[in-house]
């Protein structure tokens, strides 16, 4: 079975940077679309980014577009997202989530089935 493991959270002034490493296990073919989300207390959670395996696709939430970016090492089997100029408001768990199937050209949390146990950014003004 697909397995995820995030890491690379942590707390951060605003400003700064952090990019968080999700792992993969697991899998029989290379048909997947990978994801970020997000949740912070009180909110829904929020698709950030995805990318699918099999390509060079991205797609990315308004909200962070220009300062985010998701990227892979296929060798690896680790996806990445690089967060930059991070604020207040990005503050949530971010959780690595992948999809049998190709990604859409947006972010649709339900076409995902499989999900990390995510990893905690803190970022303070």
């Known amino acids: 079975q697909v397995q995820l493991v995030e890491s690379g959270g942590g707390s951060v002034q605003a400003g700064g940077s952090l990019r968080l490493s999700c792992a993969a296990s697991?899998?029989?073919?290379?048909?997947?679309?990978m994801g970020w989300f997000r949740q912070a207390p009180g909110k829904e959670r929020e698709g950030v980014a995805s990318?699918?395996?099999?390509?060079?696709?991205?797609y990315y939430a308004d909200s962070v577009k220009g300062r985010f970016t998701i990227s892979q090492d296929r060798a690896k089997n680790t996806l990445y997202l690089q967060m930059n100029s991070l604020k207040p408001e990005d503050s949530a768990m971010y959780y690595c989530?992948?999809?049998?199937?190709?990604?859409?050209?947006?972010?649709?949390?339900?076409?995902?089935?499989?999900w990390g146990q995510g990893t905690q950014v803190t970022v303070s003004s």
């Open positions: 989530a992948a999809a049998r199937r190709y990604c859409r050209g947006s972010i649709i949390e339900a076409d995902f089935t499989y």
């Open positions: 990318t699918y395996i099999g390509g060079v696709s991205t």
């Open positions: 697991g899998y029989t073919d290379s048909s997947y679309c």
